[in-house]
Every structure is written in structure tokens, then in C-alpha cells.
């Protein structure tokens, strides 16, 4: 259902889908010398850096120049996974990342340098590249960060067929745990991909040396053995978009989508959300290309825009057809679930709705449940109402509702013909996974303004605006959400799901013409909404300047059951400014986060 995908959300390939392709690929580069005595006595898995290829070629757009340096360099792990958890106790404290070594029954835990890592988004300084050009003049240097848990495949054929680690690094800057790993026998490519921005480099050839950064050989046990690889950059235009690979796939990423304005107005909110011009967007697309591999969890939430493609692996990159620009390559529009591969929109048994509705007495067992909390509000900005609702104030922003566990929060609705909502049901089951329950929860509603369009469960959250006393001022009238895995909160959490089936909204929420619906948000995983969404803002035209906080409050009726009611409430403290049609918006950093 395209209207899904055009809501600002793919996800990115499962690895057991690329498996098979980057062994092939890959696995002719994994032969590295030993490491040296130093590094062979370090603890773990042994390490190595590769490429996968002696050259690439990457593109440069007229339009927007600039060189994303994928350069198809993999960081291999044998003899045991590169694994790490990642976390923070509160937003109070820094980011703590540790090493889990794991020999046969014995684990141990290898707490990294304080200060090493300081969010999550990976391992901060792990590659060095510098690029030296035709007549050896170095025109690059620079440094990478590295997500192990970017896209990846198997090196050997013995190696397990699956990775058990999370797809990309999570980008919300509330996120508060996170896992990482190259799985046993598998290689990470080492691209910084969302993290990365582009390069300026000149039509012409090239070479690009790679390598791990000396503290992290030391600390790792890497050998030094940098990677020399051919770079080719050619200079393309939109105008001409034949011959060569990842062309529009790679435009699409690097495309900012926050331009135009949609007029979204609804009788619960007359107030637009879709303003252009946001000076710090919630939600960035991606800009890495197609072939790289690396991206931002789940894509970072709901919202109107087309979506980056999502990061494929470059050994698929051959595999691809013609896009819809015409040009070799993936394209959003296109990605979905074929033979030998899937995007995560195939609708898995455990996310599809009961056939029927449920019979018998309701009951709630005494079995685990959700527990759902929010998250701080962020991506905050101010904007006048436009053409659409001229002489208004508005103070946009992005929210998050997620689930802390240690139960999955399963919502089904079921619509009676003729009648336009439906009723729902939560529904609860055992430690084997078996249904062992249902209570009535409210209803569902479709959603027809565009960037929604779609089913959405009633009272889920709320948003409000307090004064500086934290008492109520004014009320945003969006209350009804699509449940959908947006982003990964905290995968440390008691059984977090670190592969959630649902975070495609091409079938998370359904369409208008559904009979049912199933609405899922698994353990660790939240559900965001970007504040160029209908609803995601406060009218603040006649409002005074001076502090305010916004609150972000999850099941605000109670009506959903869970373990524990007190934590579902967040602030995010501002301070309006300005005049109106030029009203300004302070965000103080909380605590250690300074996001806006």
C-alpha cells in the first residue's frame, strides 16, 4: 500500500535476505594476516578489515554535489561475535558501552574507556580514509564512525544463517539502550552511512586508503592492515539519467523531503503540521546510497514524505532493475518482498488480526503485560500557519511512545459493515505465547488526512502544553494513533525484540477498506511521530512568551492494560520568544541530551 510507504518509512533488508550474496561477495577478501603478538593476547573475537572489491565507482550529482565514500570496506568477526550493550541509566547519566565476550558458557564483560562512546549511534573514530588523487596529491582525510550492526553477510558458509543482532543503529536522541554486533563469521560494512556527510570530490580517479584507527586496534585486537581501493568519480545529472548504478535511489537519500506544505486540517486539530522550512527537522532521510547498508533505525518514524530507499547491501547491487527514474538501482516505490528478498512489509502470522472477533468473556489474566512510556518531545520548531491558516503560531514537535516490556502490546479492531469505526480489543497471552485473553479498549478510526491515511487506535497518547506551574494551557487534539515500530528505543529491556515484524506501515495500520486491523508495538521498540504530521502542534498564536513545557502522555485514559500507570508521562521544557508571525522557540538541553 503505497499510501505507507509515501508516510516516511521503509525498512531496511533482513540479513538472512542477503546472506547468500554477501558471502559470495565477500569472501574472497577475508584472508588477513595474523595479528601481531600485542594484539593476538587481547580478548575476543578476531578482527579483520576487508574490501570487498579493488575499485568503485560513486556517483556525484550536478544537482547536489557531493560523494557519499561507501567504499565497500567490511569489518570481519571470527572465532566469536563483535558484540556490545549499550546504555544509560537516565537521561542524568553518559552513555556506558561494554563488550560481551562470550567463550563457550563463560561471558565476560569488557567495559569500554568512559567517555569512548557517547551515544548511540556506534563505535566514534573507528576508520580513518584518506583519498589521494591521480597524481598522488592527498585531497581527504577524514574519519568514520562504525555500527556493527550495519548491513552485512555471511564471509563463510558455516557461519549461522542469521544474524541475532539488531538492523542499523538507533538515531532518536532519547533512545536509552541499545545491542550491536558483527554475528560469528560475519562481516559489518564499515560505511558511517546516515552518521556521514558527503564529500567534495572532483570527476576522476582516485585511491582510498582505509583503515582501523590505532585505539581501536589496540583495544580490539586489529591488525593493521589497511585497504587500498580504487575510487572512480563520475559526474551525472538528473537530466540524464542513464548508465550507471544506484542512480535515483542514491538522489532519493540524499534528498532533504521537508520542502512544501500540505494543507491538513482536521475537526479535532484545524491546525497545519506540515510546514516547510524547518530549520532542524525530526527526522532526516538518510543520505547514504542505495548500496550502502547503513541508515537510521526503522527510518525514524511517521511521516508525509517519501522515504530514503532503504539501505541495501552492495552485493545486491546488481540485482536491481531499472527505478523509477529510469535508472539502475533501487528506488522506494519499488523495494518490497520478492524471491530471495524482503523489506519486512510481507505481513508476518503474528501480525495479522484474528479472523474473527473474540467470543467469550472478556478477561484480563495475570499474565506480563506492556509497559508503555514516553519519551521527551523533540525536532521542536515554530512556524506561522502559512497560506493555509494565515496569522497563526505554531509550535511543532516529534513524540514517542514506546514499550518497556515485558509483554508485547497487541491491539486488534474489527469494523462492523456499513459503520466507520472499529471496536478494539488488547489482547494478552502466556509465556509460551498463547492468547489467554482479551478485554474491550476503545475503537479505531480512519485517519484520512494526508500523511496518516490509515487506521488509528483512539486514546493512545496525548499531548498537551503546560504553563511554567506545569497546568494545562493548551491541548493538541491528536489522540488517536497507527502503532508501528518506529525506532528502537532500548533493546536492553527484558525480551526485547531486537527483529520487530511490524515496522513497515505499508501493512502496519491498514487501509480504508479494512475489516480488520492488528496494531503491534513490540518490547524496546516506540513508535514516533514527526512533527510534519497533521496534529503534531500547539496553536500558540495568543499565547505569552515565556517558559513552557510539552507533555507527552501515554495512555492517558488508562484504557489499555499495563504494569505500571505512573511512568507514562513526559516533559520537554521551551521558551517561546518573539512576535507573532515571528515567534521563536528556545529548546534547553535536557539534562545530558541537547537535542532540540
Not at 565507482?57 to 571470527?78: A, H, N, R
Request: net charge positive.
Amino acid at each position: 500500500m503505497m499510501t505507507r510507504s509515501q508516510q516516511g518509512r521503509t525498512n531496511r533488508l533482513t540479513r538472512p535476505s542477503i546472506a547468500v550474496a554477501a558471502a559470495v561477495a565477500v569472501t574472497a577478501g577475508v584472508v588477513a594476516a595474523a595479528p601481531d603478538a600485542k594484539t593476538a593476547a587481547v580478548a575476543g573475537p578476531k578482527l579483520s578489515l576487508i574490501a570487498a572489491s579493488k575499485s568503485v565507482t560513486l556517483d556525484s550529482w550536478k544537482e547536489e554535489p557531493g560523494v557519499y565514500l561507501d567504499l565497500g570496506t567490511y569489518l570481519t568477526s571470527e572465532k566469536g561475535a563483535f558484540e556490545f550493550k549499550v546504555t544509560r541509566k537516565s537521561y542524568k547519566d553518559p552513555v556506558v558501552a561494554s563488550q560481551i565476550i562470550r567463550n563457550g558458557k563463560k561471558t565476560t564483560t569488557k567495559v569500554l574507556p568512559a567517555g569512548l562512546v557517547k551515544d548511540f549511534s556506534g563505535l566514534p573514530g573507528f576508520m580513518t580514509v584518506d583519498v589521494v588523487d591521480a597524481a598522488g596529491k592527498s585531497v581527504l582525510k577524514k574519519t568514520e564512525s562504525f555500527c556493527p550492526n550495519n548491513a552485512s553477510g555471511r564471509v563463510r558458509p558455516d557461519a549461522p544463517a542469521n544474524s541475532k543482532f539488531p538492523q542499523s543503529c538507533p538515531a532518536n536522541p532519547f533512545t536509552l539502550g541499545s545491542v550491536w554486533g558483527v554475528e560469528n563469521g560475519w562481516a559489518a560494512n564499515t560505511y558511517a552511512g546516515y552518521y556521514s556527510a558527503p564529500v567534495q570530490l572532483a570527476a576522476g580517479t582516485y585511491t582510498a586508503k582505509i583503515s582501523v584507527t590505532k585505539k581501536y586496534r589496540d583495544l580490539f585486537g586489529i591488525a593493521n592492515k589497511p585497504q587500498s581501493v580504487k575510487v572512480t568519480v563520475r559526474e551525472r545529472s538528473w537530466e540524464q539519467p542513464e548508465g550507471g548504478s544506484g542512480g535515483a535511489a542514491a538522489k532519493v537519500a540524499s534528498s532533504s523531503p521537508h520542502a512544501g506544505h500540505a494543507g491538513h486540517q482536521a475537526a479535532a486539530d484545524p491546525a497545519p503540521s506540515g510546514h516547510a522550512g524547518h530549520g532542524a527537522p525530526a527526522r532526516t532521510d538518510a543520505p547514504a546510497a542505495a548500496t550502502t547498508g547503513a541508515g537510521a533505525t526503522f527510518n525514524v518514524g511517521h511521516g508525509p514524505y517519501p522515504p530514503a530507499p532503504p539501505a541495501l547491501p552492495w552485493a545486491l547491487k546488481k540485482q536491481a532493475g531499472k527505478d523509477a527514474f529510469g535508472a539502475q538501482g533501487f528506488s522506494a516505490a519499488r523495494v518490497g518482498d520478492r524471491a530471495g528478498q524482503t523489506d519486512g512489509s510481507r505481513q508476518a502470522p503474528g501480525t495479522q488480526p484474528n479472523a474473527k472477533r473474540p467470543t467469550g468473556k472478556a478477561a484480563v489474566p495475570n499474565v506480563p503485560k506492556p509497559d508503555l512510556r514516553s519519551l521527551p518531545a523533540y525536532g521542536i520548531t515554530v512556524s506561522d500557519g502559512y497560506e493555509d491558516v494565515p496569522g497563526k503560531d505554531y509550535l511543532a514537535f516529534s513524540a514517542n511512545v514506546w514499550n518497556a516490556g515485558p509483554a508485547k502490546l497487541v491491539v486488534d479492531g474489527f469494523r462492523s459493515p456499513g459503520k466507520e469505526l472499529m471496536d478494539a480489543y488488547q489482547y494478552f497471552y502466556d509465556a509460551k505465547g498463547k492468547q489467554v485473553g482479551y478485554t474491550p479498549t476503545g475503537t479505531m478510526e480512519w485517519d484520512p488526512r494526508p500523511g496518516h491515511e490509515h487506521w488509528h487506535f483512539t486514546d493512545f497518547a496525548s499531548y498537551r502544553l503546560l504553563k511554567a506551574d506545569k497546568k494545562e494551557t493548551v491541548r493538541s487534539g491528536k489522540e488517536a494513533f497507527c502503532l508501528a515500530n518506529t525506532d528502537a528505543v532500548d533493546y536492553t529491556v527484558k525480551n526485547a525484540n531486537w527483529h520487530p515484524s511490524n515496522t513497515d506501515l505499508s501493512t502496519a495500520c491498514g487501509q480504508e477498506n479494512s475489516i480488520s486491523v492488528r496494531e503491534v508495538l513490540d518490547v524496546g521498540s516506540g513508535d514516533t511521530y514527526t512533527q510534519d504530521l497533521p496534529g503534531q502542534s500547539f496553536d500558540i498564536t495568543n499565547l505569552p512568551n515565556g517558559t513552557y513545557y510539552i507533555q507527552v502522555l501515554a495512555n492517558p485514559e488508562n484504557r489499555l492494560k499495563e504494569t505500571n500507570h505512573k511512568n507514562n508521562s513526559a516533559l520537554r521544557k521551551v521558551v517561546l520568544g518573539g512576535k507573532k508571525g515571528a515567534r521563536t522557540v528556545k529548546v534547553p538541553a535536557h539534562h545530558l541530551v541537547n537535542a532540540n
